[in-house]
């Protein structure tokens, strides 16, 4: 066969033209027509074109690519990139292009910046490789495991150190001199977003380089408050003189990562917990002290422990312990969730049998599925025996139950709004789902007056009518201490 005549020598539409091929053209009439955009194209092509010829470009493009080019191409124009990739996984992909460690990357990604052209740089071999010159850094979290009953037969008592969990939101306050000494100090959430802003109060108590891993409280008279008491402080836009008296910060530390332009990450956590003790110390700030740790000679004395915190050390902060945190003593500061590290011992959650009332779609891999769930329980009404709602959940089963629930709601849909179906719940007709919580609040904000803290779906009640499902008075009587919370199955 003739090679393919360059492109302005009749090989067939230039580009930006539209193609005029049918799916009965030959493939030599195909085979003429422009190769599709590259990514690098379709990106300047959106940057420059003006608004007005958007609509004939992507008609264009359209025409060019396949099935797969298509799908990409909408994403990218719509905005709508998340594709269920984690971006542990990116990383781990962009290490093993040039060939390095994904641990290596870990540490200096949050000094980059899309379109990372230094990173890659320094994969491909054509650069040294970029250094963070930000003087109050994030570091990639550590993160601790769910343990298991069965995880303990292997566990030495002796290899791991325990402290509290508290009730909070674990962030990063760190803290460096920038070219002309003074002090920059900023707040990180865990996922490395930057929350300076939203908590001025505690600024001034970072006096000292360096990076501490810890617990964001509210403490009043020398008490820690509950989570939804933090809560009012908490995604604020503006931050008042009022709020901030009303609702003081305070960190509960539990890690040092850097201490003064010593990266200590590489340091065992019984090293590290030492250099902690001595920055605590030397910092002497009342808005800062250290989470204490956990006597324990056995497993049966840790037990004892968790069940009973303010017996155990925790005192007047018991309320506000949310379980136990297991941490090797030979544990290196690890990006990410590395196994057989560090472990949560969390309070067995509360149960109560709910009835689904709502289902949306999800995000990302989960576009296709109804995962997202509204669900309620019984009261009395004007008209009767009623549900409302008390929660939403759209974690907690598995790939099999996603499926099964899926197929329930398409099935059992009675009215669409939007996005959300309605789906049957009556008495003798609907879903039962067993909602595992971590506790209550009240809401005025919610018909039912009351708020659950991360509930998650723990089982289907296939088996339950759901006339059977819980009452709101259950959950009533929760909130005043009068009915004890049914805890979950199993457990220590």
Known sequence: PQPSPARGEGAGPARGERANSTPTESASSRHNNPPPPTLTEVVATLSTLGKAELPAQLARWLDELDETGRWALLKLVTGGMRIGVSARLAKTAAAALGDKDAHELELIWPGLSPPYLELFAWLEGRAAKPIN???????????????????????????????????????????????????????????GEDITRSFPDLLPSLRLPGAIDGELLVLRDGRVQSFNVLQQRLNRKTVTPKLIKDYPIHLRAYDLLGDGDSDLRTMTFAERRARLQRFIAELADPRIDLSETIDFAD?????????????????????????????????????????????????????????????????????????????????????????????????GFTDEELLQIDRFVRRNTTEKFGPVRHVVHEPNQGLVLEVAFEGLARSPRHKSGVAMRFPRISRLRWDKPPREADRLETLERMLTGDAPIPPAAGGH
């Open 133 to 191: 010159l930000d003087p109050a850094p994030f570091r990639p979290v550590m993160l601790a495991h769910a343990i298991a009953d069965d995880d303990f037969a292997a566990m030495n008592p002796a290899d791991y150190i325990a402290e509290w969990k508290w009730d909070g939101i674990r962030i990063q306050a760190v803290s460096g001199r920038d070219a002309d000494g003074n002090i920059v100090a900023r707040l990180y959430s865990r996922s």
């Open 299 to 395: 497993w049966a004395a840790l037990t004892a422990a968790r069940r009973d915190p303010a017996s155990a050390g925790a005192g007047l902060d018991a309320d506000a312990v949310e379980g136990v945190m297991l941490k090797r003593r030979d544990a290196l500061y690890l990006p990410g969730r590395p196994k057989g590290q560090w472990w949560k011992w969390k309070h067995d959650p509360h149960i109560i049998d709910a009835v689904l009332m709502y289902a949306q779609r999800g995000h990302g891999k989960r576009s296709s599925y109804y995962s997202d769930y509204t669900f309620g329980v019984w009261t009395d009404g004007d008209d009767g025996e009623q549900l409302v709602p008390v929660g939403k959940a759209y974690f």
